[in-house]
């Protein structure tokens, strides 16, 4: 059976479909390959799979059994993409990539624990601090609003007061079924499949310097409107032998910023599964955002504005590009 990826397209008629990936430029769609093979097929859209995910990959996986070949695609660029999910809940987790925490946590300076080090020798013991952390802590997951989701060709409206628009783009992890205190060693068979995501943040609005004690305000910072473009594409679980071997790259106006393997993650997606089900409820089509590698725009100095072209891309989950716009008045 060959690889394959899904996402929910509408074509120039206005019919909104699944469609099956098997090139990232072309896409085939679902409900006409199903007609050709004489199988039944109701779902319009992946997140509707999602209620049933077994049964529908199922039927995509018959459908090519029936059929000796396939027609040509689509073109990508012909069709509007959509986001391949349409989560109830969105959790994300923070300070996850081992790379990104050290060099956050060196940049802001001294501290009390590292007063008279040098940069090398702070870098070295904040190292250690994070692989004990990974050892023996918890992962940091905190919830983002599905309002935020928009598709991976949308464009990005900037907030007109924003300061400091960041990119993280991540890997998101899609639940395929419900989830109650899921053990570590039986984590990854909740989950359906993966896809791109940017979990855009206000810096600026992180923590509220009238109520310090509180720490970060993440409804302001990161659930906004267009704050999380994901896909294009769900790339099943099936196909992603090891979710810790692969590769996330970020690029702002062509330039990579972000180049950075999920084997670098502090808490790989088992345990995130584990701790997350452990307090909420996953549900099918829920998202999970495992974190940002290094390369935000923290780290560059460089922030979103106006004509920026973001793409993100992981392997067999298809690139998604978006622009970002000012917010009109």
């Known amino acids: 059976m060959p690889a394959y990826a899904l996402g929910t397209f509408t074509g120039p008629g206005e019919e909104t479909f699944v469609g099956l990936v098997l090139d990232e430029s072309l896409v085939h769609p679902v409900p006409a390959l199903a007609r050709a093979a004489g199988l039944p097929w109701r779902a319009v859209s992946v997140a509707h799979m999602l209620e049933n995910w077994d049964e529908g990959l199922a039927t995509v996986d018959e459908i090519l059994a029936r059929l000796r070949g396939l027609p040509t695609g689509l073109s990508l660029d012909r069709l509007r993409v959509h986001a391949p999910v349409a989560p109830r809940q969105i959790i994300c987790t923070g300070a996850n990539y081992r790379k990104h925490v050290i060099d956050l946590v060196v940049a802001q300076g001294a501290g009390a624990d590292t007063e008279g080090m040098t940069v090398e020798e702070r870098r070295e013991h904040v190292a250690r601090r994070t692989d004990e952390r990974a050892r023996v802590g918890l992962p940091y997951a905190f919830p983002k609003l599905s309002g935020a989701l928009c598709g991976p060709f949308d464009p990005v409206v900037v907030p007109r007061d924003a300061e400091q628009f960041d990119w993280e783009l991540e890997l998101g992890v899609v639940i395929g079924r419900q989830a109650w205190r899921v053990p570590r060693d039986k984590a990854l068979e909740v989950v359906a499949g993966y896809t791109v995501v940017n979990d855009l943040t206000r810096r600026e609005l992180v923590y509220r310097p009238d109520i310090k004690s509180l720490g970060s305000d993440?409804?302001?910072?990161?659930?906004?409107?267009?704050?999380?473009?994901?896909?294009?594409?769900?790339?099943?679980?099936?196909?992603?032998?090891?979710?810790?071997?692969?590769?996330?790259?970020?690029?702002?106006?062509?330039?990579?910023?972000?180049?950075?393997?999920?084997?670098?993650?502090?808490?790989?997606?088992?345990?995130?599964?584990?701790?997350?089900?452990?307090?909420?409820?996953?549900?099918?089509?829920?998202?999970?955002?495992?974190?940002?590698?290094?390369?935000?725009?923290?780290?560059?100095?460089?922030?979103?504005?106006?004509?920026?072209?973001?793409?993100?891309?992981?392997?067999?989950?298809?690139?998604?590009?978006?622009?970002?716009?000012?917010?009109?008045?």
């Not at 502090?266 to 345990?271: G, W």
């Not at 089900?277 to 935000?296: E, I, K």
């Open 218 to 329: 993440w409804l302001r910072a990161k659930s906004g409107p267009g704050f999380m473009p994901c896909g294009p594409f769900l790339l099943p679980a099936r196909h992603v032998p090891d979710p810790q071997d692969l590769h996330i790259e970020f690029r702002l106006n062509g330039d990579v910023m972000q180049s950075e393997s999920t084997a670098d993650m502090l808490f790989d997606v088992a345990r995130q599964i584990e701790y997350v089900s452990a307090y909420v409820r996953l549900q099918p089509g829920d998202l999970l955002a495992t974190g940002s590698p290094a390369g935000n725009g923290m780290h560059h100095g460089r922030f979103l504005r106006d004509g920026d072209i973001m793409e993100g891309h992981i392997s067999g989950m298809g690139t998604q590009r978006n622009r970002c716009v000012a917010e009109g008045d």
